[in-house]
C-alpha cells in the first residue's frame, strides 16, 4: 500500500523536474551589455551590432551599471533573466517558461519585475566560492522592462530608456 501512495509522488516531481531548465549549463556572463551606455536599458532582437527592431516574443533588454551586467531576454515561450558582475565568474539567472507568465502584459510583467530585483540583490552579496565580493548596487529602473510584453510593430532600430 506504501509503495503505491509513494509512486504517484515521485511521478509528480520527475515531470515537475523534467520541465526545468536544472541539468542545462548556466548562461554566460553578458559582458557585452558593458558596451551599453551606462543606467539606460536598450531593447534591441539582439543588443550587437547592427540592432534590429524588437517584435513580439523576440527582445533582449540590457543594462549596464559598473559592475552590474544584465539581460532581460523574451522569447516565445520564456523569459531568461541573467545578472552577473565585472570581473567575476559568477552568473545569476532564471529561465521562466510562458505558462509562469500568465497574463504577461499585467502579471508576468510584475513577475519578471520581481525576479530582475532578486537576482540583483543575489548578485549584490557577491559569490565567495568566485572570489566575488559583496557590492552595493542599487537595482535598475523597472518600469522600462513593460516594454519587452509589448514592443511596437514597427520602430527604431533600438530603444533606450
Not at 6 to 11: A, D, Q
Not at 40 to 45: I, K, L, P, Y
Not at 46 to 58: M, T
Not at 83 to 104: F, I, K, S, Y
Amino acid at each position: 500500500m506504501r509503495s503505491m501512495l509513494i509512486f504517484p509522488v515521485i511521478l509528480i516531481l520527475a515531470t515537475t523536474v523534467s520541465g526545468a531548465t536544472f541539468a542545462d549549463p548556466p548562461p554566460a556572463r553578458p559582458d557585452y551589455i558593458a558596451s551599453l551606455p551606462q543606467n539606460e536599458w536598450v531593447f534591441a532582437q539582439a543588443l550587437g551590432n547592427g540592432r534590429v527592431a524588437c517584435i513580439q516574443h523576440d527582445c533582449v533588454a540590457g543594462f549596464y551599471r559598473p559592475p552590474l551586467l544584465l539581460s532581460v531576454q523574451v522569447g516565445a515561450n520564456y523569459v531568461q533573466i541573467v545578472a552577473g558582475l565585472q570581473g567575476c565568474e559568477a552568473v545569476w539567472w532564471n529561465v521562466m517558461p510562458d505558462d509562469q507568465l500568465t497574463g504577461r502584459e499585467g502579471a508576468g510583467f510584475l513577475f519578471v519585475e520581481e525576479k530582475v530585483r532578486s537576482l540583483v540583490a543575489l548578485a549584490a552579496k557577491g559569490e565567495p566560492s568566485a572570489h566575488c565580493s559583496p557590492v552595493p548596487i542599487s537595482p535598475p529602473p523597472t518600469a522600462p522592462l513593460q516594454y519587452l510584453f509589448s514592443p511596437p510593430v514597427e520602430g527604431p532600430g533600438h530603444l533606450r530608456f
